[in-house]
Structures are given as C-alpha cells and as structure tokens.
C-alpha cells in the first residue's frame, strides 16, 4: 500500500526526475543519430530493396562501431528514464523527451552542413507545443493511483493485442510502409514499455513484486525489443529528425493515454482538459507528419 505521510516526501523529490530525463532525453538524441549514420552506410543486400533490414544488413551493422556506439547510448538512455521514473511521475518525464527532438534537429544541421528550413522548425515546434501543453494539462488534472493487478493485467491484454496487430502489419506490409509507419509502430511499444516500467517500478516500492509484476517486466522487454528493431527499418526509410520526432511524440501520448484510460489518473479532470488532451495531441502527431514531408538531407560524402 502507498501511505499518504509518503506522499509529500514523494513531491518535494519531483524535480530530481527532471536533470536525469533530460541526461537521457540528449543520449536518445545521440544515439539515433549515431545508429541513422551507420544505417546510411550499411547498403541493403543485392537484390533488396533499400529499405530492407533483411539479407544480413542487421548483422552486419552489429559489427559497425557507430551502430555499437549507438546502442550503446540508447540503452543508457533507457537506463536514465528508468532511474527517472522512480523519482518523478510519467507524465513529468516523458514530455522531456522531447528536448531529443531539438538536439537532433541542431546536430543534423550541424551534420550536413544545411540550416534546418522553416518547414523543419515548424514541424518542431508543432511537436514540442503539442507535447508540453498535453502533458501540461496532464499534470493539472493527473491522480496518483495505486497499481493493483485489475491495472497490470488490463495493460498486458491490451499490449498482446498491439504486439499481435504489429506483427500481423509487418509480415502483410513491411515492404509498402515508410518511416512514419514505422516510428510510429516503435513509438506505440515504447510508450507500453514506459508505463510497464512505471507500474513495475510502483509496484516493487508498493511492495507487491510478485509474478504478475514479472510478467509485465518481460512484457516490458518484449515490447522494448520489438520497437527497437522497427527503429532499425524506420531507419532506412526516413530522416533521423522524423524517427525521433515520432518517438518523443507518440511515446508519452501513449504512455499518458494509458495513465488516464487504464491506471484512471484523469477521472477527475473536467472536460475541458478532455479536450485539449485531442487538439494538443493532434498538433503534435500534424507535426510528425509535416517532419515527414521535409527532403532528407545528404551528409557530405555520402553517395545516393
């Protein structure tokens, strides 16, 4: 049970959560870049198309230091928001994701030798506006909520479910989709692995870790795996700028949505946070797919 003396002790310790996500959110950044670089660089097989991870390009890419370098980054990343969640609510941490979004843009301008065009900083900013004013609204009108097993199995069923349909959408139109499809497929299991970590994590200081919560722990896994490897195909199809603006966009809109549908964190917030909940949220999914219209830069001393 979560005693309420805790509860202030818990509060005056919020902010600690912040300087960490964004340690992980910049990581995230990096680690993209570095991954989208060595993907560039690794050509599909003969006989591929060149959006293809198949014909041995992903094991290839293992043996690239970049990739490695990048993974490696991603995981620590991980590892940061993990630690984050333990001192800070989700819908405080997640939305700093979005800091990855602005360090990627700067660092591929910076890459490619090109100033970002207007049509960039729009999609940004649409992004980054949509995400704080949802999560803004979010942390007016959120409730702690112990996590009881009703919540964890609840969000196990709906997670098979979407494993289950992502599978189904890559084996039938793996070779049709582009990267928005992808980002968005990986940025809907990272927002489950994010609220599978908080409830894990809320559930091993409720002390009541018991088989459910190791359930949803290699529920966790299975989505982080899945959504990693539909990274890699985004990859190849898109800008670095896209794949993190998808993730850092639909990743808390999920991990929140499930907060508020699921863990009942909003039952109390008024319609008007209802509402703004959609248009926030539609303003930074428009900003994804604006991202998605913007001509994929060339690095110089890359071939096309």
Not at 6 to 32: D, R
Not at 186 to 203: D, E, N, S
Not at 265 to 272: D, I, R, T, V
């Amino acid at each position: 049970m979560i005693q309420s003396a805790a509860v202030p002790a818990l509060m005056s310790s919020h902010w600690l959560g912040i300087p960490i996500a964004a340690a992980g959110a910049v990581l995230l950044a990096l680690g993209t870049l570095f991954q989208h670089r060595a993907v560039e660089d690794q050509p599909a097989a003969s006989g591929r198309a060149s959006g293809s991870m198949g014909g041995g390009r992903l094991q290839a890419l293992v043996r690239r230091p970049a990739w490695l370098a990048g993974t490696g980054m991603l995981g620590a990343a991980i590892l940061l928001q993990l630690t984050s969640l333990r001192f800070s609510p989700l819908i405080v941490v997640q939305p700093i994701g979005a800091v990855a979004l602005v360090v990627t843009t700067l660092a591929t301008a910076r890459m490619t030798r090109k100033p970002p065009g207007r049509r960039a900083l729009t999609a940004v900013a649409l992004c980054i506006a949509g995400v704080a004013v949802f999560v803004t609204v979010a942390a007016f009108s959120a409730e702690d909520v112990e996590i009881s097993d009703h919540h964890l199995v609840t969000i196990l069923i709906v997670l098979a479910v979407v494993l289950a349909c992502v599978g189904v959408a890559y084996a039938r139109w793996r070779h049709r989709s582009g990267a928005v499809v992808f980002t968005a497929g990986a940025g809907i299991l990272f927002g489950f692995v994010a609220a599978l970590a908080k409830t894990v994590i809320a559930r091993l200081f409720q002390g009541d870790f018991e088989w459910l919560s190791l359930t949803c722990l290699a529920g966790l896994l299975v989505a982080a795996l899945s959504g990693s490897f539909l990274v890699q195909n985004a990859h190849t199809r898109g800008t670095s700028e896209l794949v993190v603006a998808g993730l850092t966009v639909i990743d808390p809109l999920v991990a929140v949505a499930i907060g508020v549908t699921i863990l009942g964190e909003a039952a109390a917030a008024p319609p008007l946070a209802i509402v703004l909940f959609l248009l926030s949220g539609a303003t930074a999914v428009a900003g994804v797919f604006l991202l998605a219209t913007v001509k994929k830069p060339v690095r110089p001393g890359v071939r096309r």
